[in-house]
């Protein structure tokens, strides 16, 4: 039995051309007949310019952590310091782990080059360098910290082949960096075969990111679904939704255990905000999967189906128009209007979508782990110092270091002492690696050293400890090192 009841969404119009395309997409779900009841917050540019440096309120939070189901329209992070992406904050602070990008052609009414085109990408949303922890440490240097944990990897990946199995997909397809990154985009790598293992009855391969990149651009059809890293995600599926026809057209779905929001791909376009020329249908196809995740399946049908007999009707926003392939173009608000008139309607030409089987969300769980056994075995200590390797690597070496010996400089992480080259560039940033040759040592042996080379006026900047766990190092190597 369908519930009549009302479901608590929370929503945000946003900034630019949001306010206008989450009125045609609000106009739409209330004709369709959703049973949403929509609690409207205010999110974006202005509460950041009112002192708010994440964007949203303490109010707006209370709400979110209520209802558990957002659909935002495009926010804007004003440029400069003190901001932090409103995105970004609330997939971290609500635990939206899983970012689902449907991309798909709608040839020929859309122009695209690759009519077949249908692959959804699912990107980690959590970790990487999306985590925003970034610092300057010296002149010349800055750093931003990727960060990808097993915990990580493990949710998403299983996602992805739960994904793939509950929407009837036949492959599954790792992207990564793992001949560069050998330990964290590695960590993927190795999760998402050990977890593929389990599902014999998915197809599944890995790309290295660039050529993967390329191929999806060139040959989507070789994809069905895709699982990838968060910067990695994010661009690639941006590059799917427009070799598909249009970014404008695609809708976004960011899901955790507890809470999802849901989005367009988008921006928020302020070059054309108050025009009423924008596409609403990103949002719309958010807002489409939002239904289909509250149990709204039917409804959702009904939209969709809508849009597609609209699309292949002809009847297209500026984006999109082309003369030899629409009848009529529209603004927003009209645009609105035809998807409206199509309720009820299946399109033609497209095959009718259906939601009868709607899947339960998605939940995957943790895997136990057994600790490993952790053993400090050297730090990496960084400078801010200017001057030659070699001045640098026999200054060190003449400093006593306790049970450790210095290793090797590398500046940029390019190898300069001992041995090198005068073609290296340098900067005045400098790692410099100290490794017990004997065995695990003390933590106050990295205090000594550390306080030993302060005195000696050196300006330490960062160390990072060198551990191994069940005696293999988690620290990538230096060339030359074992």
């Not at 509460?47 to 935002?72: D, N, Q």
């Not at 985590?131 to 992805?160: D, F, H, S, W």
């Not at 054309?272 to 489409?288: C, D, R, T, V, W």
């Amino acid at each position: 039995m369908i519930s009549t009841e009302k479901v608590p969404v929370t929503v945000a119009y946003g900034d630019g051309i949001g306010p206008e395309i989450m009125a045609a997409t609000l106009s739409i779900l209330e004709a369709a007949g959703a049973r949403i009841a929509p609690e409207i917050i205010e999110a974006g540019e202005k509460v950041y310019r009112s002192g708010v440096p994440g964007g949203i309120r303490e109010s707006a939070w209370e709400s979110l952590r209520r209802t558990k189901v957002f659909l935002k329209a495009p926010i804007t992070t004003p440029q400069g310091g003190g901001y932090k992406s409103l995105n970004v904050t609330t997939r971290t602070a609500l635990g939206l782990y899983a970012n689902v990008r449907p991309n798909q052609a709608y040839a020929p009414f859309v122009r695209t080059r690759h009519p077949d085109l249908d692959v959804v990408i699912i990107r980690e949303n959590e970790e990487d360098l999306y985590t925003g922890i970034e610092y300057r440490q010296t002149n010349q240097a800055y750093q931003t910290l990727k960060l990808v944990t097993r915990p990580g990897c493990e949710r998403i990946i299983r996602y992805a082949f739960q994904y793939a199995r509950a929407y009837g997909r036949k492959k599954v397809t790792c992207f990564s960096k793992d001949n560069i990154m050998k330990m964290t985009d590695g960590l993927f790598h190795r999760i998402f075969d050990e977890i593929g293992a389990g599902y014999p009855d998915i197809e599944k391969d890995h790309w290295i990111i660039d050529i993967g990149s390329a191929l999806l651009a060139d040959q989507p059809e070789r994809f069905d679904v895709i699982v990838t890293l968060n910067l990695y995600g994010d661009i690639i599926s941006d590059i799917a939704a427009q070799v598909a026809g249009s970014v404008g057209m695609g809708g976004s779905a960011n899901v955790g255990d507890q809470c999802a929001m849901f989005e367009a791909i988008h921006g928020s376009a302020p070059d054309i905000a108050g025009k009423g020329i924008a596409n609403p249908s990103g949002l719309l196809n958010g807002a489409i999967m939002m239904l289909v995740h509250i149990g709204q399946g039917a409804v959702a049908e009904k939209i969709h189906n809508a849009w597609l007999k609209t699309i292949e009707d002809g009847i297209h926003t500026g984006d999109i128009y082309k003369e030899e392939l629409s009848r009529k173009k529209v603004g927003t608000k009209e645009f609105g209007e035809a998807v409206i008139a199509r309720l009820g309607q299946d399109p033609e030409h497209f095959r009718p979508v259906s939601y009868a089987q709607v899947p339960d969300p998605i939940r995957t769980g943790q895997t136990d782990r057994a600790r490993e056994v952790k053993a400090l075995w050297g730090v990496d200590i960084f400078l801010d110092w200017e001057g030659s390797a070699d001045r640098l690597g026999n200054s060190l070496a003449a400093i006593g270091a306790g049970n450790m010996e210095l290793s090797a400089i590398t500046n940029r992480g390019a190898k300069v002492y001992p041995g090198s080259f005068p073609e290296t560039f340098i900067t005045d940033h400098w790692r410099c690696r100290y490794l017990s040759p004997k065995g695990a040592i003390p933590g106050q042996d990295v205090i000594d050293l550390q306080a030993s080379l302060i005195s000696a006026g050196y300006d330490v900047i960062k160390t990072e400890n060198l551990y191994k766990f069940d005696g293999a190092p988690g620290y990538s190597a230096i060339q030359g090192e074992d």
